[in-house]
């Protein structure tokens, strides 16, 4: 496109004479294109420069976050020229790139999910900002913010995580019953979304450690061991997350690996004098005017708020679960996590319950 771009504004130069600039679809070109600069911004020995943060940027669900972009030229210019700026999402995890937003002068445009929550800032000079409202789980990745100056364009990449933590998960008929589309619903009726394979592999770093594969975003099947043991792939292969590779979105079955975002309520053990059966914990939440917790509101809590219980107690999904931040003798493992007891019978009065309260 650039190239053609070039030949239209070389065809044009004679009609536009000597003595002016050319004008091309709004915007104004030098006279003597300086060789063909492309990619690197040149233009008459100026040159045009887009920086974005090299850092992630974190945030999460439901907050307003601005994605840092700001261009300039070198040497600077006296005055300012229009500019087209263009914000779209990279491709990855099986999920197609995504156009966000497109800004001529006042003008601009978003697309898809992003429509009525993407702005640009406005306020400065060379500000090429996007403004993102009540973020979604499905908008963390790498974000490419485009200036585009007459022939020149440049870019810089921001790459948006949400906080979160990400949690291995299987239904009550047991190991290996999840197919992909059905592993994306048991993670939706947690609170949470399948997770990505960064996702996966950030919680790898921080310790995680599960012997059995789960599906992730891009359909492909994982699992993450922390330390190799014999039932786990063998003592041969180095700790890392190991991959089986993409799999049958329908046919084949695996646990699912779910990612929760951080919360905004709170979750709490319901103090109670007896231990109830499923149907009374729901019950005791909502007396309590909360509702039964998710597994991912109890992951998120324990992550990002330090519950820590030894008392197990009933979840909305009707597994049973203790948060322990800060391990010690008689309660579980010597490992932070949260414990499970699996799926007990509805009937039995053995557990509390954990409730959720939005803020
Ligand atoms: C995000 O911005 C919108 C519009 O300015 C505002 O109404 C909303 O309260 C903000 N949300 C948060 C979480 O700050």
Redesign the pocket.
């Given at each position: 496109m650039h190239d053609a771009m070039g030949l239209l504004v070389l065809l044009l130069l004679p009609l536009a004479g000597v003595s002016g600039l050319p004008f091309y679809n709004g915007f104004y070109y030098s006279s003597s294109p300086v060789g063909n600069g492309h990619g690197e911004g040149l233009f008459n020995g100026v040159k045009l420069v887009v920086d974005t943060p090299q850092e992630t940027l974190f945030s999460h669900q439901?907050?307003?976050v601005t994605l840092p972009c700001r261009y300039h030229y070198a040497p600077a210019l006296a005055s300012p020229r229009p500019v087209r700026v263009k914000w779209w999402k990279l491709s990855e995890n099986g999920a197609p790139e995504q156009d966000v937003l497109v800004a001529i002068g006042l003008r601009h445009r978003s697309f898809g999910d992003y429509q009525g929550r993407v702005r640009l800032r406005r306020d400065g000079e060379r500000e090429a900002s996007l403004e993102m409202?009540?973020l979604r789980l499905e908008d963390s990745g790498r974000y490419r913010c485009e200036v585009i100056d007459g022939l020149e364009d440049e870019s810089g990449l921001v790459e948006l995580e949400l906080r979160g933590v990400v949690f291995p998960y299987q239904p009550p008929q047991g190991r290996y019953q999840l197919n992909f589309h059905e592993a994306q619903q048991a993670c939706e009726e947690q609170g949470a979304a399948v997770a990505s394979f960064e996702q996966l592999f950030r919680a790898w770093e921080e310790g995680l450690d599960w012997c059995n594969a789960g599906w992730l975003q891009d359909a492909s099947v994982q699992y993450p061991i922390a330390q190799a043991r014999r039932p786990c792939g063998g003592l041969g292969l180095a700790p890392g997350v190991r991959s089986y590779g993409s799999r049958h979105r329908r046919l084949h079955r695996y646990d699912v690996f779910c990612f929760a975002a951080a919360l905004r309520g709170r979750v709490y053990y319901l103090e109670h004098p007896e231990k109830l059966t499923l149907a009374e914990a729901r019950e005791a939440c909502q007396e309590d005017g909360a509702q039964i917790a998710t597994v991912g509101q109890l992951f998120a809590a324990w992550k990002f708020r330090g519950l820590d219980r030894c008392d197990a107690g009933w979840l909305a999904d009707g597994s049973a679960r203790y948060p322990v931040a800060h391990p010690r003798p008689n309660c579980g493992s010597l490992e932070p996590g949260v414990r499970s007891f699996g799926f007990p019978d509805p009937q039995s009065r053995e557990y509390g319950v954990y409730c959720y309260r939005p803020r």
């Open positions: 439901g907050a307003n409202q009540d």
